[in-house]
């Protein structure tokens, strides 16, 4: 069963950077994509980014110039380096294998998540 932790999170003054750590366990970092998801306070989870297999990466518009997803296939970890942290990047933020059919949905149940919040 596949199983996922995010770590590194934290509060930073807006224009820092953070960047977390997913780890993965089930055998599923050499053989997956996996996709960064996050909830933004009082909102739906909403899809971030996809990284796949080879570390190719597909990031949402709003954060593509800022964020960067990336992976260790050996140690089956995921990363999303961000950087110029603003406040309405403030979110509960999770990893998951995305579906196929849609990547925007995630294919197992959801990990604890990790808080990033970026005061103003």
């Known amino acids: 069963q596949a199983q996922f932790v995010e770590s590194g999170g934290g509060l930073v003054q807006a224009g820092g950077s953070l960047k977390l750590s997913c780890t993965a366990s089930?055998?599923?970092?050499?053989?997956?994509?996996i996709a960064w998801y996050r909830q933004l306070p009082g909102k739906q989870r909403e899809f971030v980014a996809r990284?796949?297999?080879?570390?190719?990466?597909l990031l949402i518009d709003s954060v593509r110039k800022r964020f960067t997803a990336s992976r260790d296939n050996a140690k089956k970890v995921v990363f999303l380096q961000m950087s110029s942290l603003a406040p309405e990047d403030t979110a509960v933020y999770y990893c998951?294998?995305?579906?196929?059919?849609?990547?925007?949905?995630?294919?197992?149940?959801w990990g604890q998540g990790n808080q990033v919040t970026a005061s103003s």
């Open positions: 089930g055998g599923i970092v050499s053989d997956n994509a």
């Open positions: 998951n294998v995305p579906a196929s059919a849609n990547w925007k949905r995630p294919l197992y149940s």
């Open positions: 990284i796949s297999r080879d570390g190719s990466a």
